[in-house]
């Protein structure tokens, strides 16, 4: 069942499915619920699964231009969902840009946390500067900054596949899609006008692809730093992870350095960047056996 949620400079699109303890699931790029729809499900039958898209993603409009996106203002975002839903305290998973959330929730908030999964946080500012990682990042950047904003989502896209297609991986198999993108938005924006029906999932995110691409990644990935003294003081049990086909990618070492240096375990997840749409039975049962282990 789908709600609203009134936060400070934006309406937040909330759903809700099944019961038992909270489970709240945060999306990366595109912030959009629609992510986790294969594993809901799944979880929903031993959790209260709640899913929202982040502020300004989707169907979560600002209602000021000009608001926040930063992941400490987002993790406020997060504690006023649970509150939504009466839930004083839930298990977390967060993946990507919503790992970093999760993150923050671990610092700011970890009294509401029954337990955090701090799925591939893109933290590459942990990084040295001339690393592989960092300067993959950087690129998709400055492809965006210079007005590619479909070629620099093509980019990011592949960079999420553990075996991206070539097309993905060059400059010209970039503008072809970007070029595809441009004319299927304008098409869906025609049919919308005359079947006044609401967007669909696809659409949804490459519509927020201006969001992730020119505010959400520099702000997540460079200017953002961890607050390591926050989070090795945090009361909450907590973990990060990684996936068993993400080794080189640019949120996979940040992770293990993270775990490193702050001696939190770091566990393993089936596929690569975003395994509940990989393999969402096997997720499910991973992601519930990691949220037991916190109650041992």
């Given at each position: 069942m789908?709600?609203?949620?009134?936060?400070?400079?934006?309406?937040?699109?909330?759903?809700g499915?099944g019961d038992?303890?909270?489970?709240?699931?945060?999306?990366?790029?595109?912030?959009?619920?629609?992510?986790?729809?294969d594993?809901?499900?799944l979880?929903?039958?031993t959790?209260?699964v709640?899913?929202?898209?982040?502020?300004?993603n989707?169907?979560s409009?600002?209602?000021?231009?000009?608001?926040?996106?930063?992941?400490?203002?987002?993790?406020?975002?997060?504690?006023a969902?649970?509150?939504?839903?009466?839930?004083?305290r839930?298990?977390?998973?967060?993946?990507s840009?919503?790992?970093?959330?999760?993150l923050?929730?671990?610092?700011r908030?970890?009294?509401?946390?029954?337990?955090?999964?701090?799925?591939?946080?893109p933290?590459?500012?942990?990084?040295?500067?001339?690393?592989?990682?960092?300067?993959?990042?950087?690129?998709?950047?400055?492809?965006?900054?210079?007005?590619?904003?479909?070629?620099?989502?093509?980019?990011f896209?592949?960079?999420?596949?553990?075996?991206?297609?070539?097309?993905f991986?060059?400059?010209?198999?970039?503008?072809?899609?970007?070029a595809?993108?441009?004319?299927?938005?304008?098409?869906?924006?025609?049919?919308r006008?005359?079947t006044?029906r609401?967007?669909?999932?696809?659409?949804?995110?490459?519509?927020?692809?201006e969001?992730?691409?020119?505010?959400?990644?520099?702000?997540?990935?460079?200017?953002?730093?961890?607050?390591?003294?926050?989070?090795?003081?945090?009361?909450a049990?907590w973990?990060?992870?990684?996936?068993?086909?993400s080794?080189?990618?640019?949120?996979?070492?940040?992770?293990?350095?993270?775990?490193?240096?702050l001696g939190v375990p770091?566990?393993?997840?089936?596929?690569?960047h975003?395994?509940y749409?990989?393999?969402?039975?096997?997720?499910?049962?991973?992601?519930?056996?990691?949220?037991?282990?916190f109650?041992?």
């Amino acid at each position: 069942m789908s709600d609203t949620v009134v936060v400070p400079g934006a309406r937040l699109h909330v759903e809700g499915a099944g019961d038992g303890p909270g489970l709240l699931l945060v999306s990366g790029g595109g912030g959009d619920a629609a992510a986790y729809a294969d594993v809901v499900p799944l979880l929903a039958k031993t959790f209260t699964v709640v899913t929202y898209d982040r502020r300004g993603n989707s169907r979560s409009p600002f209602t000021d231009p000009d608001a926040p996106i930063d992941p400490a203002t987002q993790a406020d975002d997060a504690a006023a969902v649970l509150d939504h839903y009466g839930l004083e305290r839930a298990y977390v998973f967060g993946n990507s840009g919503g790992a970093i959330m999760a993150l923050e929730m671990v610092a700011r908030h970890p009294g509401r946390l029954l337990g955090a999964v701090v799925h591939e946080p893109p933290l590459v500012q942990l990084l040295p500067a001339d690393s592989a990682e960092r300067r993959e990042i950087e690129h998709i950047g400055r492809l965006a900054r210079d007005g590619h904003l479909m070629r620099a989502y093509a980019a990011f896209g592949a960079m999420t596949l553990p075996d991206p297609p070539r097309m993905f991986l060059s400059p010209t198999g970039q503008a072809v899609i970007a070029a595809g993108t441009h004319l299927m938005l304008a098409a869906g924006g025609l049919a919308r006008k005359v079947t006044r029906r609401e967007p669909d999932v696809m659409t949804r995110q490459l519509r927020n692809a201006e969001l992730t691409m020119t505010r959400e990644l520099p702000v997540f990935c460079f200017d953002y730093q961890p607050d390591l003294a926050a989070l090795a003081a945090s009361t909450a049990p907590w973990c990060l992870a990684t996936g068993r086909d993400s080794v080189g990618k640019p949120y996979y070492a940040p992770a293990h350095l993270l775990s490193k240096r702050l001696g939190v375990p770091c566990q393993e997840f089936p596929g690569g960047h975003v395994p509940y749409m990989q393999h969402p039975e096997e997720f499910t049962a991973t992601l519930t056996t990691i949220l037991e282990g916190f109650e041992a």
